[in-house]
């Protein structure tokens, strides 16, 4: 079993919609946790990071841990074709290196 | 712009040869991290290195080698190169404060090509 496992999807959604991008996790003493967008042949941005269980908002951005199942998602609140990339999920697994889910591709449709 | 810079942008060369793909941290990071990202396997750790000394190994091969330098520059060495070693190679920064969570700051990447 993957440490991070993360539908690749594709996803596409209309303009202005709520994307809600999930990942699941294999350890519950996994803390730590990061969404980081990935436009085409760039590197990965830091979206947002969040310790343990609850919620985090940041714009139109929201990440949020749940920890009793394991899931960690990120909402994206009226959608841009800006927002159009690719969103992994990360965690830090305590060997002081991130684990990557594989990703999920974004495409907002004007 | 993460503040973390990678030379070269692009890297083109043949199976067997060897490169070396350099990473300059933000400033005051400590730490540097190298990942390879494959279609087929993802964004993978493969070394980190704290102050010039190493510190974590994930899944790099043995052809592959890295050093940090006083200067906390980074080169990541990959030698008797395969078809397969064609990815991007990401180099990131983190300042280290040993207290809990590092953010990691990404660089743009290098492009590996391999003929």
């Known amino acids: 079993q993957k440490e991070v496992e993360q539908d690749p999807g594709p996803l596409s959604v209309p303009e202005g919609a709520i994307v809600s991008l999930n990942c699941t996790y294999s350890n519950s003493a996994f803390q730590y946790f990061m969404w980081y967008r990935q436009y085409s042949r760039k590197g990965p941005e830091l979206l947002m990071y969040?310790?343990?269980?609850g919620n985090k908002e940041d714009g139109r951005f929201t990440a949020q841990v749940d920890k009793s199942s394991k899931y960690i998602s990120l909402f994206i609140r009226d959608s841009q074709p800006s927002d159009s990339a690719t969103y992994l999920c990360?965690?830090?697994?305590?060997?002081?290196?991130?684990?990557f889910g594989s990703g999920t591709r974004l495409q907002v449709q004007p | 712009d993460s503040g973390v810079t990678q030379t070269p942008k692009h890297l083109i060369t043949a199976t067997g040869q060897r490169v070396t793909l350099r990473c300059s941290p933000r400033s005051g990071d400590l730490s540097v991290y190298w990942y390879q990202q494959s279609l087929d396997q993802g964004l993978q750790f493969l070394i980190q290195y704290y102050n010039g000394e190493e510190r974590a190994k994930g899944n790099i091969l043995e052809r592959f080698s890295a050093q940090q330098f006083p200067d906390l520059h980074s080169e990541l060495n990959l030698s008797s190169l395969e078809l397969g070693d064609s990815a991007l190679y990401f180099c990131?920064?983190?300042?280290?404060?040993?207290?809990?969570?590092?953010?990691?700051?990404f660089g743009p990447g290098t492009r590996l090509l391999v003929l």
């Open positions: 990131a920064s983190s300042v280290d404060s040993r207290g809990g969570e590092e953010t990691q700051y």
């Open positions: 990360a965690t830090d697994t305590g060997r002081r290196a991130l684990t």
């Open positions: 969040t310790y343990s269980s």
